[in-house]
Nanobody, 126 residues
Framework: VQLQASGGGLVQAGGSLRVSCAAS????????MGWFRQAPGKEREFVAA????????AYSDSVKGRFTISKDNVKTTVYLQMNSLKLEDAAVYYC????????????????????WGQGTQVTVSS
């Protein structure tokens, strides 16, 4: 499966942005998905994850309550709705996928994922 992230851009602190990750070459119906981000000079870090049915989600402490991950298996797209953006949320956001035999499972580590999108830049201004 190939992933294409989009929707990044420039937003003021306190604003909202939704990034998307579209799949091609297959559906996402049996894939658990994740969003990660990487700021300059920093390691790639976990942001959010979702099980293949979308019924289970997980978030990093830094985004919990502000970001929402969702999955549309019909459109083969995963979304990350980002609200109340902070300066420290600025980064390149990457989506990732891995096949999952069991629903209800999500994955938190970079090494858990087999497929990655190319990343989309999110810039937050003061």
């Amino acid at each position: 499966v190939q992933l294409q992230a989009s929707g990044g851009g420039l937003v003021q602190a306190g604003g909202s942005l939704r990034v998307s990750c579209a799949a091609s070459g297959g559906t996402l119906s049996r894939y658990a998905m994740g969003w990660f981000r990487q700021a300059p000079g920093k390691e790639r870090e976990f942001v959010a994850a979702i099980s293949w049915s979308g019924g289970s989600t997980a978030y990093s402490d830094s985004v919990k309550g502000r970001f929402t991950i969702s999955k549309d298996n019909v459109k083969t797209t995963v979304y990350l709705q980002m609200n109340s953006l902070k300066l420290e949320d600025a980064a390149v956001y990457y989506c990732a996928a891995r096949g999952s035999l069991f629903d209800g499972t999500y994955y938190l580590r970079v090494s858990d994922y087999s497929y990655w999108g190319q990343g989309t830049q999110v810039t937050v201004s003061s």
